[in-house]
């Protein structure tokens, strides 16, 4: 699964928010950072419990332009 992530550039380095999944942001001072910050986001995001009941969003094929 390939979650989305809109890239902004600022200043002085960039963050970083999925587009799938709300409050899953980050930040990094360079490219090479932004990309390993945004993996470590997704993972701590996507870790759940094995009891718990919440529901994680599936990627959003439509933003490939495939179909939904």
């Not at 970083?16 to 910050?37: F, P, Q, V």
């Not at 993972?43 to 332009?65: A, F």
Request: glycine fraction near 8%; charged fraction near 35%.
């Amino acid at each position: 699964m390939n979650y989305h992530f809109k890239l902004h550039k600022e200043t002085i380095g960039y963050w970083a928010e999925r587009c799938e999944l709300k409050g899953c942001n980050t930040e990094g001072d360079s490219m090479e950072e932004i990309k390993k910050a945004c993996k470590e986001a997704l993972d701590v995001y996507l870790y759940e419990p094995d009891n718990s009941e919440r529901i994680i969003p599936l990627p959003n094929d439509t933003l490939d332009g495939g179909k939904a």
